[in-house]
């Protein structure tokens, strides 16, 4: 959770996703990629956005 009033962050990197990205995943053919959290689901979470 982002603590800055009016900002916009990191969007989610998915293919055609437009949710705002709410974690960084390992992703096993792209690497480190910032999704949203529907998007993380079954891949490694390594940080929060
Ligand atoms: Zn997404």
Redo the contacts with the bound molecule.
Sequence with gaps: MSSATDEFGPF???LG?T?D?DVVINHPEHGRRT??E??AEGHEVVADV
């Design positions: 989610c990197g998915a996703c949710e990205a999704v949203c529907n998007h």
